[in-house]
């Protein structure tokens, strides 16, 4: 891995100037609907699969979009996964299903296909063309290799979980789009490494 986790929290921080607060609004927006649809009774389980699975894209692509350049996060993004509602769900709903029978297996599997899986939204957004197990799959072959990368990245984190603990959840609205977006950090620099990587395999 050619950048230091602390590089990559730096610039996930960075690209988070001046957007901190628009990035807590979504979080509130996104977990307010998505605690909203699953409360409701008898179909609240039902809708939350319909629901929070194209909402939960959105979340990571206006943050990804942050992490791009995007001059202030636009809250319309939270419901871009409407937009392409069956290929957004589908590919979510089925990576949950994958995740869910290797989790029966044992717990440490599924916790492996989970990073396996985790750059599936970003893939969805970037390459229209695949869906369903075509993102899956091109997620895995991104994380061959880098899975314990983003596993120790991620435990970096510990001490933001911990504020959050602290401060009664309140901390959660500005440090899940601080991890998440260390996260795309992490599929960025992953990207440009395996574009290099391309040309001097076809030779």
């Not at 206006?62 to 992490?67: A, E, P, V, Y």
């Not at 599936?120 to 957004?125: D, G, K, Q, S, V």
Request: aromatic letters at 16%.
């Amino acid at each position: 891995m050619r950048k230091k986790y602390s590089e990559l929290r730096e610039e996930a921080s960075k690209s988070l100037d001046g957007k901190w607060m628009m990035a807590a609004l979504a979080t509130l927006i996104y977990i307010v609907i998505a605690a909203g649809v699953s409360s409701i009774p008898f179909i609240g389980t039902v809708l939350a699969f319909l629901i929070g699975y194209p909402l939960v894209y959105g979340y990571y692509i206006l943050l990804l979009d942050g992490f791009r350049g995007a001059e202030k996060l636009e809250l319309g993004t939270l419901f871009e996964g409407f937009k392409d509602y069956g290929r957004i769900f589908g590919t979510m709903f089925l990576m949950f299903i994958y995740l869910f029978l290797w989790t029966l297996l044992l717990v440490i599997p599924g916790i492996i296909k989970g990073y396996s899986y985790a750059l599936t939204p970003y893939i969805l957004r970037d390459e229209p063309q695949l869906r369903f197990n075509g993102a899956i799959e091109k997620s895995m072959r991104m994380m061959e290799g880098h899975k314990m990368d983003l596993f120790i990245l991620d435990l970096t984190f510990i001490g933001w979980g911990l504020l959050c603990i602290i401060t009664f959840g309140l901390a959660y609205f500005w440090v899940a789009p601080y991890f998440q977006t260390a996260r795309i950090a992490f599929y960025e620099m992953l990207k440009a490494e395996q574009a290099e990587e391309e040309p001097a395999t076809e030779m």
